[in-house]
Nanobody, 111 residues
Framework: VQLVESGGGLVQAGGSLRLSCVVS????????MKWYRQAPGKERAWVAS????????VYADFAKGRFTISADTAKNTMYLQMNNLRYEDTAVYYC?????WGQGTQVTVSS
């Protein structure tokens, strides 16, 4: 199983980014797919989850109304659309399925 994130970068506060996570070697649509993030000096924190079999999703409070998680099963890809980004959203963002993690993609928001 391999998860590869992309889409991170430097953006000004108020801007948007869309992260992608391409999954290979995993075909279970009944396991939730998740995004996490880890800011400098802080523990890794859960951001959002999606169950591709139903399309249902849940978000951490800080992500509600600004972030949208989605998945395209035909492309084996999960996304995280992040709008109205804030300085405190600066972190490395990781995707996860069960015990499998991606390598992370850096998101830096300038104030």
């Amino acid at each position: 199983v391999q998860l590869v994130e992309s889409g991170g970068g430097l953006v000004q506060a108020g801007g948007s980014l869309r992260l992608s996570c391409v999954v290979s070697g995993f075909t279970d649509n009944f396991s939730p797919m998740k995004w996490y993030r880890q800011a400098p000096g802080k523990e890794r924190a859960w951001v959002a989850s999606i169950l591709t079999s139903s399309g249902s999703s849940v978000y951490a409070d800080f992500a509600k109304g600004r972030f949208t998680i989605s998945a395209d099963t035909a492309k084996n890809t999960m996304y995280l659309q992040m709008n109205n980004l804030r300085y405190e959203d600066t972190a490395v963002y990781y995707c996860r399925i069960l015990k499998y993690w991606g390598q992370g993609t850096q998101v830096t928001v300038s104030s």
